[in-house]
């Protein structure tokens, strides 16, 4: 299975709250970069855009300064599960995310806002799939090592909390 449900975020509210207000007062591109790498000290919204291949995501472990105190600190430090170059993602109505591709790790996914229409496909040959995954507090690690991408075929922008998966810190 690509998508599993592996968690509940208690204070899902008061979180989509700061995230709808993150994407309303500084998202100028698809995505919001809540992480940094320390060592580079790059704390702009788009540090982790990728474009850096030599900064790997293992390296985005540093929360942005001025999250410090607020409800995304309290879910990094609360939900158990270690995170890494973790963003939040808008995808705008009727829109592919990207072309199919494969990351270097799982993704961790916390959908903020969304639509039965805007879903997750797999291209795997054993496993072609599509999957929808509400934005009711569920926290679900999705498998990006294998063929994928996202579409938005619904009139509402997407928002997703998303994380490079690094292990289990604790389980609730």
């Avoid at 607020?70 to 072309?99: C, H, Q, S, W």
């Avoid at 072609?128 to 009711?136: H, I, K």
């Avoid at 009139?155 to 690094?166: A, E, F, P, Q, S």
């Amino acid at each position: 299975m690509i998508i599993k449900k592996i968690g509940y975020y208690e204070r899902f509210q008061q979180l989509k709250e700061q995230v709808l207000e993150l994407c309303d007062s500084v998202m100028t591109h698809n995505h919001i970069s809540l992480q940094y790498d320390p060592e580079v000290g790059d704390t702009s919204w788009l540090n982790a855009y990728g474009e850096d291949k030599a900064r790997r995501e293992r390296y985005f472990t540093a929360l942005q300064p001025i999250l410090k105190n607020t409800e995304i600190e309290k879910m990094f430090d609360t939900i158990g599960i270690e995170l890494r170059r973790t963003r939040i993602f808008a995808l705008e109505p009727n829109t592919v995310g990207y072309t199919p591709h494969r990351d270097i790790t799982g993704r961790i996914h916390i959908p903020i806002v969304t639509d039965f229409d805007a879903r997750f496909y797999s291209y795997e040959p054993e496993e072609q799939m599509c999957d929808y995954m509400p934005a009711d507090g569920s926290i679900y690690f999705v498998d990006t090592t294998k063929q994928h991408t996202f579409k938005n075929l619904s009139n509402i922008r997407r928002v997703h909390l998303v994380g490079c998966y690094y292990g289990v810190k604790k389980w609730n």
